[in-house]
């Protein structure tokens, strides 16, 4: 692929970003409408309360605690889903005196994330003073910087060996070589990242403990949290990849494999139609990986590369036109059925700022390759610090990605979906 043509593609996807529409849009787990309302005052006792969601909830992942003015927790029943339609949460009230309830609620999306929302409503009067109850909820930036480190890892390192396997056929060295101890001491970090995301998951989990249901055996539970299983799936393939002494093909199918289960932890879970979600976050990751890996392994064998070596020049040119154009392609799909443009510019998540970070970082990647490639095509010769920059700023967009999957994003619900959406809620109370 000629260098114009393959900028001239980019431009183009780029461009397909401003007119994308959505072809289905929720996010995960927001709440849509309530029964009563937040900071409704009732006549009397409603009998329960009702929370509906964007998406559908895990049922045995659900939780809801009620407080009273004074902050003192109120026992309630187990919370049960709505038959017929499991975005829907209720629980059924005590008898309730009058006064200020507060309650919070902690459910699990399809797609492995946590999530509270709070719902205060008074019966007869508000009170003189409310009482702020103990959030439950975790420090969640723990989670994403444990989670930014160890997917790192495993993305870099699984586009490096795939780039130092081809490599090899070139005369450039192998991924063993060329890494030396540091490739134990990655192989180290990541399980043990993968131990440290699975127990701050768990400690999010309000309804449930995933550590006490994995030494159960309930799998069951385990299998409602799309990010659990993802975890487990990923320390699995590391712990192969650990077995000596196998054929190269062994090992590049279960660097891929892992590769795709980065995939499943997502938003994509929560994003219909789930297949053509899954299918376009598999290719972005493995494309980014791929774009990402070739990058790095350039600036450790440019000395190697950059004279003499024409057969890897055109692969690695190929290779890395190939994946960034993709990557660019897949993320522009996943944008049109997850969210909108509209959506993003209106909203002030931090989502939306999170990706101009990311389009920003994508585009200065873009343009440092146009000008590497064309001097190393004219010239046979690298540039070792235009490499490093571009290298770095590829972390800052990934940082950025894996952030945007932790984090709420917008969505195009309006005011009169959710005054339809309580008034279902009503229907099935009445």
Known sequence: MSVKRYVALLWMALFLVLSVTPTAVQAHAGLMGSQPKDNEVLQANPGQISMRFTEVLEPDLVAIHLYNWKGEEV????????????????????????GTYTAIVSVVSEDGHPVEERLMFSIGQKSASVVDPTAKKSDSSYLIVYRYLTQGILLLGGGLYLLAWRGERYGLPSFGKLLGIMRQIGWGL?????VFLWFLYDESLAAVSLTDALWQGSWSVLMQSSFAMMLLVSLGLLILLAIPGMVSGWYVILWLALLCTQAFGGHAW???????????????VLTVSLWMGALFYLLLTYRQAERGNEGFKAFFLRTVAVASLLA???????L??????IAIFQSSLTWSYLF????????????IAFWQTKHWRQKNVLRPLLLRWEVAIGIVAILAGMW????QYPTTVDSSTIDSVTSVIHQHQH
């Open 356 to 367: 101009y970070v990311k389009v920003s970082a994508v585009c200065v990647m873009l343009v």
């Open 404 to 407: 945007m999957s932790q984090t």
């Open 328 to 334: 660019v392609l897949t993320g522009i799909a996943m």
């Open 75 to 98: 026992q309630l029943e187990a919370p049960t889903l709505q038959p017929g339609d499991a975005s829907q949460v209720n629980a059924k009230l005590p008898d309730l005196p009058e």
């Open 336 to 341: 049109g059925i997850q969210t909108n443009v």
């Open 190 to 194: 990541a399980i043990i990242g993968l």
């Open 270 to 284: 929560g994003i219909s139609p789930v297949w053509l979600s899954l299918l376009l976050r598999v290719l972005h």
